[in-house]
C-alpha cells in the first residue's frame, strides 16, 4: 500500500479523554468497583476490607468521590453503634461504565499493538540510529 493510500493518523487517538482522573486512582477504583458490584451500599469497614484502606485513606478518598457526586454516604446508628454507608449514586454509575468503556478501549489498542510486528524505523531515520 502506498504511502497516499494509508489512513492519516487520527489526532488525539490515543489521548483517552474518558479516564476520568478523580476515577483513576487506585483507591478510588477499587471502591467504585466495590459499590457498582453492591448497589444496595457497603458499610464503611466492609469497604475498608475490600479495598485493604485505612480508615483515614478510606474516609478521604470517600470524601473526594462524594464531592465529584459519585458515592453518596450516610451516616446512622445500630444497636446504638455508629454506622456509615457508602452507596454508588446512579450519576456515578452512568460515569464509571462510561470509564470501564474507555479502559476497554485502551486495552483493545494496546493487545492489537502487540500483535504487530518489530516497529521499522521511522520514514527519514537513517540506518545505524540509536538512541543515546
Given at each position: 500500500?502506498?504511502?497516499?493510500?494509508?489512513?492519516?493518523?487520527?489526532?488525539?487517538?490515543?489521548?483517552?479523554?474518558?479516564?476520568?482522573?478523580?476515577m483513576?486512582?487506585?483507591?478510588?477504583?477499587?471502591?467504585?468497583?466495590?459499590?457498582?458490584?453492591?448497589?444496595e451500599?457497603?458499610?464503611?469497614?466492609?469497604?475498608k476490607?475490600?479495598?485493604?484502606?485505612?480508615?483515614?485513606n478510606?474516609?478521604?478518598?470517600i470524601?473526594?468521590?462524594?464531592?465529584?457526586?459519585?458515592?453518596?454516604?450516610?451516616?446512622?446508628?445500630?444497636?446504638?453503634?455508629?454506622?456509615?454507608?457508602?452507596?454508588?449514586?446512579?450519576?456515578?454509575?452512568?460515569?464509571?461504565q462510561?470509564?470501564?468503556?474507555?479502559?476497554?478501549?485502551?486495552?483493545?489498542?494496546?493487545?492489537?499493538?502487540?500483535?504487530?510486528?518489530?516497529?521499522?524505523?521511522a520514514k527519514?531515520?537513517?540506518d545505524?540510529?540509536?538512541?543515546?
Open positions: 500500500m502506498s504511502d497516499s493510500n494509508k489512513k492519516p493518523q487520527e489526532s488525539g487517538r490515543y489521548a483517552y479523554d474518558g479516564l476520568d482522573r478523580i483513576h486512582e487506585k483507591a478510588r477504583l477499587g471502591i467504585l468497583t466495590s459499590l457498582s458490584c453492591h448497589r451500599g457497603l458499610l464503611f469497614n466492609q469497604l476490607d475490600l479495598c485493604s484502606l485505612s480508615d483515614g478510606l474516609s478521604r478518598h470524601q473526594a468521590l462524594e464531592e465529584a457526586g459519585l458515592v453518596e454516604v450516610w451516616k446512622g446508628f445500630h444497636r446504638k453503634r455508629p454506622q456509615t454507608l457508602c452507596r454508588i449514586t446512579p450519576a456515578g454509575l452512568e460515569r464509571f462510561e470509564y470501564l468503556k474507555e479502559l476497554e478501549q485502551v486495552i483493545q489498542d494496546a493487545a492489537a499493538d502487540a500483535k504487530k510486528e518489530s516497529p521499522k524505523p527519514g531515520v537513517s545505524g540510529w540509536a538512541p543515546a
